[in-house]
């Protein structure tokens, strides 16, 4: 009888356990309480191209410009001309004043550097950077006119590193822009290739 009693008690007590629990699992809770940043939380989507004029009136603070002072991936060591217009050489001349952000090459970069000039300037100024590449070839090749001769001649080998980037940015006379196959970092270190290789000749004389 005992033993009957018991079992009876303790069949309560699990009915009991049963109840609470799911009385406690559809007792969801449907309000969050204080939400620390609720713009974070529960961003609103609103299309990239949108009008975003009227979003201020909202409480909204978004006005779908970059954050000031940030540059985009891919945009670092920024150029401060713009291509001159045609007949005008003003930011040609001024990109003189340009200094190279990179002051030296690393064993890593300088390999690298030299592929990225084989493959984008070599074709013309030749793998010595004496212009005669495949594409000029003694004269013998599909490219009539002679490319620079980047070591060897002194009007190259005296044009600063600004006006080298703003030729290579924006292309100059039957040079195209290499803009879209080089980024602003890998022109500026195939420039930092070219005065090193144009010091070396020199220092070798």
């Avoid at 979003?55 to 920024?78: D, F, H, Q, S």
Wanted: with cysteine; proline share 5%.
């Amino acid at each position: 009888m005992k033993n009957k009693n018991k079992m009876n008690i303790s069949l309560l007590f699990a009915i009991a356990f049963v109840a609470v629990a799911t009385v406690s699992c559809n007792d969801i809770k449907r309000t969050p309480g204080s939400v620390y940043m609720p713009d974070m939380a529960y961003s609103r989507a609103y299309e990239t191209y949108a009008d975003h004029s009227n979003l201020a009136e909202k409480g909204i603070n978004y006005n779908n410009l970059p954050v000031a002072g940030t540059l985009a991936r891919g945009k670092e060591m920024p150029f401060p001309y713009a291509k001159d217009a045609v007949g005008d050489s003003t930011n040609y001349v001024a990109s003189k004043s340009v200094v190279n952000p990179i002051d030296s090459l690393s064993a890593k970069d300088l390999a690298e550097t030299e592929r990225l000039y084989l493959i984008n300037c070599g074709i013309c100024h030749g793998a010595t950077l004496n212009g005669n590449g495949p594409l000029y070839k003694d004269g013998n090749g599909p490219y009539a006119a002679k490319p620079a001769t980047l070591v060897g001649d002194a009007k190259y080998e005296n044009m600063p590193a600004g006006q080298m980037f703003y030729s290579v940015a924006y292309g100059k006379n039957l040079m195209g822009s290499y803009a879209s196959q080089l980024s602003r970092h890998q022109r500026w270190m195939i420039i930092k290739y070219i005065k090193n290789k144009q010091a070396a000749a020199k220092a070798a004389k």
